[in-house]
């Protein structure tokens, strides 16, 4: 952002002007995105979001680095919620929980996968990276306790970001000829297998 907000007035424009952002997106797409759209939907003049934004780029940004940090949170959440549930049951939960997510807000998501490669090394991907990984690591070290840090590092960095791939390629495109509900049943069982297999020493 050009400006972070400091009064509780600023932070309400800039509020408006970010969910106008994801309403537009929603609707009408990314790539028909403009500042004075934003304007018109938030009831904020282009002068005043240029106060704070940049340009509409910095918007997005500023807009997928929230929604990031709403979603690991959220994640987060669930897994403490499900301590007493078997990993058997809080796989098959995560993964809906997921797709859920990536289908939120009117496909704000959706419309965001589609250009990925713009934000794959943003600070919102980097924020999203991290909740999942930190997540895997406490969720499988709680039911596979004779791992090594190493084993325990190196399954969740797998299973996060071949999970996370997944599903991203799968709820941005309508191609795939696989029912949603097969793909859930798929990537649950690829993650308990996975966390099942022998570790194997390659030394």
Not at 35 to 50: H, L, M, N, R
Request: proline residues 1%; negative net charge; aromatic residues 12%.
């Amino acid at each position: 952002m050009k400006k972070r907000p400091q009064q509780q007035r600023a932070k309400m424009i800039v509020e408006s002007i970010l969910q106008a952002a994801q309403l537009c997106i929603a609707e009408q797409g990314l790539l028909e995105l403009t500042t004075p759209k934003i304007a018109e939907k938030s009831g904020v003049s282009v002068g005043s979001i240029y106060q704070y934004f940049e340009n509409k780029e910095q918007i997005v940004e500023e807009l997928l680095l929230r929604k990031s940090e709403q979603l690991g949170l959220a994640l987060k959440n669930i897994v403490v919620e499900q301590e007493h549930q078997s990993i058997y049951e809080v796989i098959p939960l995560s993964v809906q929980f997921g797709f859920d997510m990536l289908k939120a807000d009117r496909g704000f998501f959706i419309e965001i996968l589609k250009h990925w490669h713009q934000y794959s090394h943003s600070d919102a991907s980097q924020v999203l990276e991290k909740h999942f990984f930190e997540v895997g690591m406490y969720l499988f070290n709680r039911y596979y306790r004779e791992w090594d840090f190493e084993t325990l590092k190196n399954r969740s960095f797998v299973i996060i970001n071949s999970t996370l791939f997944t599903m991203m390629r799968y709820v941005s495109s309508n191609s795939f000829l696989i029912e949603e509900q097969h793909l859930k049943r798929e990537l649950t069982a690829m993650i308990l297998a996975y966390l099942n297999a022998e570790v194997i020493d390659f030394k």
